[in-house]
């Protein structure tokens, strides 16, 4: 007696309620991996993008917003700081490296990052093809720029005001001359240049510095240091010393015009705002699941009564016991294994199809083929959860008089 044929042959008999049952345990599981895939790849891709950065500054405002802009560029800036203020922060002995940013204008969605090559090279970006900027107005592009916007080598494009497409267009004209290889970063969707092109695009007059009577900037070496009427976005800082994010920070908001924001500190205030509604979600899931395991036991429940004369003849015909527990249990098994596997297909299936219909959600990188090894516990879980199931019912089956119901048929 093949015990799988048989079992199968039961959830055949009653296609709707099995049905009903695998549905319902597979919208609960593809909830959860909907969120596991999302928080886990955001995770990833939040500690990627804010590597070797341990403070940022910028103009006074919210911090947050203040990381959100210069780290992850899905925001607005807060203003301009003073470059001479930049400067002297550059040189402080708790200072280990400073890259200066100037953010304002965008191709096609896409921000253009005016800022030294350091910048793209902290991501350990790598040339595909062309070269790096040199001169004023001369551009490389992130991996996903060139895909989406169609732009090659040698290609020309006009930036323009703010993040929005539409926005009013510069008449200053980028070439591209240089394409960055897939970073799986932000570098993948930004637009580099110089901070010398940034400035001239908004008619801002740039002064060489005379390098024999001037000593030139730290953070623009074209310009004079000290000069006061140059601002830059922001200054992305990497400390020389644990003692710098004790003291740093606190210096710069109570003794300057600049405000400081730690990306560790603002991230994980992030993550716990979003947290809420991932942890509303999460519930409902469980909540879904919850009831797809009582309507799987109620289901075995209800067939155990209306079999019970099938395995009292199962019984007769030489079947043990613990053969008729064996096929309750891998009834149960079945039905949440295939809820799960279900499950699991649509959770990376509805992934995949809104990173490739959603811009925003492929522009951050999310797939819907990255598999975690959770998920291995969540296909075991579910088993384990089918034998819960199932474990009332084929006790009883075990307990089952056959002579009794023989007799009472």
């Known amino acids: 007696m093949n015990l799988f044929v048989l079992v199968w042959s039961y959830l055949k008999s009653k296609p709707l309620n099995s049905l009903l049952n695998t549905v319902l345990l597979a919208l609960g599981i593809a909830v959860i991996v909907i969120l596991l895939l999302f928080t886990r790849q955001l995770q990833e891709k939040i500690q990627a993008n804010a590597r070797g950065i341990d403070l940022v500054v910028g103009a006074k405002g919210s911090p947050l917003q203040i990381i959100l802009c210069n780290i ?5 800036p807060t203003g301009n700081i003073p470059l001479h203020e930049a400067e002297k922060l550059a040189r ?25 090559r350091a910048y793209p090279l902290l991501y350990q970006s790598n040339l595909d093809r062309g070269r790096w900027y040199e001169k004023d107005f001369e551009a490389v592009i992130g991996a996903n720029v060139a895909r989406m916007a169609g732009l090659k080598p040698d290609d020309r494009f006009a930036s323009a005001h703010g993040l929005s497409t539409g926005g009013h267009e510069h008449e200053h004209h980028f070439v591209v001359v240089g394409i960055l290889e897939p970073t799986g970063s932000v570098v993948d969707n930004l637009i580099f240049t110089s901070i010398e092109s940034v400035w001239k695009v908004h008619d801002l007059p740039v002064q060489p510095a005379d390098t024999l009577q001037q000593q030139p900037s730290p953070l623009v070496p074209s310009v004079t240091a000290g000069d006061s009427t140059k601002e830059i976005t922001a200054l992305l800082i990497q400390y020389r010393s644990p003692l710098g994010a004790v003291q740093l920070p606190r210096q710069i908001n109570q003794h300057s015009s600049m405000q400081a924001a730690s990306p560790a500190f603002e991230t994980a205030r992030l993550f716990s705002i979003l947290g809420v509604g991932i942890d509303v979600l999460t519930a409902m899931a469980a909540v879904l699941i919850g009831i797809s395991a009582l309507s799987i036991f109620i289901a075995l429940y209800n067939s155990l009564k209306e079999r019970r004369y099938d395995l009292a003849v199962m019984r007769a015909l030489g079947a043990t016991r613990l053969k008729l527990v064996v096929s309750l249990l891998l009834e149960g098994m079945l039905l949440t294994l295939g809820g799960t596997v279900l499950g699991l297909a649509a959770g990376h299936g509805t992934v995949h199809v809104l990173a490739a219909t959603v811009e925003e959600i492929g522009r951050n990188g999310i797939s819907g083929i990255v598999f975690y090894t959770v998920e291995w516990i969540i296909l075991t879980g579910s088993l384990v959860l089918g034998v819960l199931c199932a474990l009332v019912p084929a006790l009883q089956a075990y307990r089952t008089d056959i002579s009794e119901v023989l007799a009472g048929n």
């Open 72 to 76: 992850f560029h899905i925001d607005f």
């Open 92 to 116: 402080h002995r708790l200072v280990k490296t400073a890259i200066p940013l100037a953010l304002g204008d965008s191709y096609g969605g896409y921000r253009i990052i005016g800022c030294p």
